[in-house]
């Protein structure tokens, strides 16, 4: 069981970046994936979640609608989209595998049985 993420960089304000967690060993889409963030010196915070079962998606309040989570299920890949990047959402980004989706917003994935080594995102002017 492996999840990879990838996708991450150095992008400047304003720009977009898509992530991907791309899952070997297992069907992803029987796993609710989270992504999830950790800036240099801070705790790791749950960025948004997308079900199993029905493909509910759930954002933690302070993205303020800028990213969309989706997965394609023929790719076995959840991706998270990112618009209107902004200095501070400068971190390294790992997503994550469980068998339900849990708080975002200031929750760290403890529950989540299943990790990604991480990409790092770097917004900067």
């Known amino acids: 069981v492996q999840l990879q993420a990838s996708g991450g960089g150095l992008v400047q304000p304003g720009d977009s970046l898509r992530l991907s967690c791309a899952a070997s060993?297992?069907?992803?889409?029987?796993?609710?994936i989270g992504w999830f963030r950790q800036a240099p010196g801070k705790e790791r915070k749950a960025v948004s979640c997308i079900s199993s079962r029905h493909g509910s998606t759930f954002y933690a309040d302070f993205l303020k609608g800028r990213f969309t989570i989706s997965r394609d299920n023929a790719k076995n890949t959840v991706y998270l989209q990112m618009n209107s990047l902004k200095p501070e959402d400068t971190a390294i980004y790992y997503c994550?595998?469980?068998?339900?989706?849990?708080?975002?917003?200031?929750?760290?994935?403890?529950?989540?049985?299943?990790w990604g080594q991480g990409t790092q995102v770097t917004v900067s002017s």
């Open positions: 060993g297992f069907t992803l889409e029987n796993y609710a």
């Open positions: 994550a595998a469980s068998n339900q989706c849990y708080a975002v917003g200031d929750y760290d994935g403890v529950d989540y049985d299943y």
